[in-house]
């Protein structure tokens, strides 16, 4: 929803929805010249299954989000694509893994074989699983891979670096690169050559920064790193919320979108929410459980294309429970929407950075006064909150001088099997430009 989107800053028709889980309603243009009508999808973009190191079948996994009201999956695992014949054994599932899934598919759709002794279990292939579940304007399967890299430093010492690709044609193996900041733009970059040999659509976005403490904010600064990132990641191990020596998700975001566009008048950064999904047998938040984060993209219709057509237009937000009826951007008021649930209210917090920003910034340093790899210490002046305002309809009018606008929302409702305990439902906005 940035200022080169007519098409997202005519949105100004209120939209009413009904339950939250059938995000799926229909936008009617009222004038001539506006965007054609348009529809909310929810959907996750990270996603594990026994393919990597997810410990379900991918098809129970594809039922469950069904079932849970989500419109469009991609099933990321770890630089792989399920695409060939593949047999795993048995004894290596989680208990009664298998049964559920004799249960829940019948015994002529659960393929097993015995090899030497040793009894296998068939993985179904991504085109096996479009063949059961995917429903046109219902349901959609996007192929995608988690390409999982790393930067080793010269003392040793390992980065975690990954990205997940959507709508890929082809398998990319990780690119590698001389430091953090090139191993992300050469995966980028590779994402990038695919789509524009295959002319097929394709987006990618860096996964969980702090996995690790892997990713910096400066690590992300060129524009050549991509306009997505994961400001929120379901996997208790991800430290979306940093320490005192490492910035927020949060943080790190508001730090890139200042510095791209005062200091290189470059493109946004557009946040996203997701699972990381792992464990579907036992639920906690110490486990990687499906449902704690997710996507919702305002599109023309449920195709891969026009899912990242909008997305690349920034016309989608982010949540953890919380659900908005509409987002609405004129080039001068940002107004939100949100879907009210008895007994709960909501706050919202608009975030921005003001031209003439202090943007002095001091290195991060461990006990011996050694720099550590970690986001610099910037003033408070970058992602200041603007206005804080309760109710249903919060709005924000820019002033003009603004580098950008972003609304995060905070519900009372406590969410269910959190990302950490005590976490509130949450919704998060796009930025928008003036």
């Known amino acids: 929803m940035h200022n080169h989107s007519s098409r997202v800053a005519s949105l100004l028709t209120v939209i009413t929805l009904g339950t939250a889980i059938a995000l799926s309603f ?14 909310w999808y929810k959907g996750n973009l990270h996603t594990h299954s026994l393919w990597s190191d997810g410990d379900d079948f991918p098809d129970s996994i594809v039922a469950r989000y069904k079932r849970m009201g989500y419109h469009f999956l991609t099933l990321t695992d770890h630089n792989i694509l399920s695409e060939k014949q593949r047999y795993i054994a048995t004894q290596t599932l989680e208990p009664g893994a298998l049964a559920k899934y004799k249960t829940e598919f019948g015994s002529s759709w659960v393929e097993t074989r015995t090899i030497r002794g040793e009894q296998q279990v ?16 219902k349901f959609l399967l996007i192929q995608g891979e988690e390409i999982t890299d790393q930067f080793l430093d010269s003392n040793g010492t390992s980065y975690p670096v990954h990205l997940n690709a959507t709508n890929l044609r082809d398998l990319i193996l990780p690119q590698g690169g001389n430091s953090v900041s090139q191993t992300i733009q050469n995966n980028v970059r590779a994402v990038k ?17 702090n996995f690790g403490w892997g990713v910096t904010a400066e690590d992300l ?12 990641n379901g996997h208790p191990s991800v430290r979306n919320y940093g320490d005192p020596s490492h910035a927020s998700t949060e943080r790190i975001w508001d730090i ?3 510095q791209r566009i005062a200091e290189q008048n470059g493109s946004p ?19 990687s459980n499906p449902g704690r984060g997710w996507i919702v993209v305002r599109a023309s219709q449920l195709t891969a294309e026009s899912i990242i057509h909008a997305m690349e237009e920034g016309d989608f937000y982010c949540s953890t429970g919380v659900t908005l009826e509409d987002i609405r951007f004129d080039g001068k008021t940002l107004q939100i929407q949100i879907q009210p649930e008895n007994g709960v209210s909501y706050q919202t917090e608009f975030i921005g950075t003001r031209r003439g920003f202090d943007n002095a910034s001091s290195a991060v340093v461990d006990a011996d006064g050694k720099d550590l790899h970690a986001t610099r210490r910037y003033s408070n002046e970058i992602g200041m909150v603007l206005k804080k305002t309760k109710g249903l309809l919060p709005s924000y009018d820019l002033q003009g001088n603004e580098l950008y606008i972003r609304a995060r929302i905070r ?5 269910p099997n959190p990302f950490e305990e005590g976490d509130q439902e949450r919704a998060w906005t796009q930025p928008v430009f003036p």
């Open 122 to 137: 068939r993985l179904k292939p991504l085109r096996e699983l479009r063949s059961l579940f995917d429903e046109p304007d």
């Open 193 to 209: 050559e695919q789509r524009a040999v295959t002319e097929r659509p394709m987006i990618v976005h860096l996964n969980h920064p």
């Open 411 to 415: 519900s009372t409702k406590s969410q």
């Open 269 to 287: 950064l557009f946040g996203v929410a997701t699972d990381d999904s792992h464990n579907y047998h036992e639920f906690s938040h110490l486990k």
């Open 26 to 39: 229909e936008r009617t243009p009222l004038q001539e010249n506006e965007p054609p009508k348009t529809r």
């Open 221 to 232: 600064l060129p524009d050549e790193n991509g306009m997505f990132f994961e400001v929120y």
């Open 256 to 258: 890139v979108l200042t």
